[in-house]
């Protein structure tokens, strides 16, 4: 999480991060300027964005009644403890960005690895993330269902070679979420890919926060590393 916690400070970002080993705190903090913050508070700081990026199963009942943030988007696997947390997600009025699809970065760097590899080919790849990030939320808005599931039903659709029609159904009442004034949070990315898919993975989420801060205007970026 060291590339991304750089990155996010350089952009003039407060981040405030946590994680189970004090060594990793002392990598992150040699680097860059970071607020360090015990792992059972990161979530309940009164942040902007909470990403989840190392521990699977974290966004769970206690958690949803705890969190400030109302925009979540992390590089963690299985970040929902089940399924139907989307929905209660979607209720609550935050908006939560699929973690396979932000991750998907490494695999995707990895799959070129294979061959010759092209770093702008790379790149436009990953680029394309964002656009189907944007297809996700749009689908979610207009017919009300929560983003994980829209994201389960593109990729299920693809995995069997469909053609998936969205906005196929009328669509249903939506709460949508109001533009967020507060700062950021971000939480911890694991290193087990090598450092240029580590990079990769890093840069595109670090694009996608910004993106995600410019649509809601947000003034001042506080991120959280757990």
């Known amino acids: 999480g060291r590339h991304l916690a750089k990155l996010l400070v350089e952009d ?62 992390g590089a963690a696997n299985n970040q929902l403890v089940d399924s139907e947390m989307g929905d209660k997600l979607q209720k609550a009025g935050m908006l939560y960005a699929p973690d396979y699809l932000v991750n998907s970065g490494g695999i995707i760097d990895i799959f070129y690895e294979r061959g010759d590899y092209d770093f702008l080919k790379v790149r436009h790849h990953i680029e394309e993330i964002g656009e189907t990030l944007h297809e996700i939320y749009k689908e979610s808005q207009e017919r009300g269902i929560a983003t994980n599931k829209v994201a389960d039903r593109i990729a299920e659709s693809r995995f069997k070679g469909e053609k998936i029609q969205l906005l196929t159904e009328p669509p249903h009442e939506y709460s949508r979420c109001a533009p967020c004034p507060k700062p950021l949070a971000l939480s911890p990315i694991p290193s087990s890919l090598s450092e240029l898919s580590d990079f990769t993975l890093t840069g595109f989420i670090f694009i996608l926060l910004l993106s995600i801060l410019t649509t809601y205007r947000t003034a001042n970026s506080v991120f959280h590393l757990e």
Do not use: M
Request: hydrophobic fraction near 55%; charged fraction near 20%; include cysteine.
């Open 12 to 73: 003039g970002a407060k981040v405030y991060v946590a994680d189970l080993y004090p060594a990793a705190i002392a990598a992150v903090l040699a680097e860059c300027s970071v607020v360090p913050v015990e792992i059972e508070d990161i979530h309940k700081l009164d942040v902007d964005v909470f990403a989840p990026c190392a521990l699977g199963g974290i966004i769970n009942q206690q958690l949803l009644e705890e969190i400030k943030a109302r925009i979540i988007v």
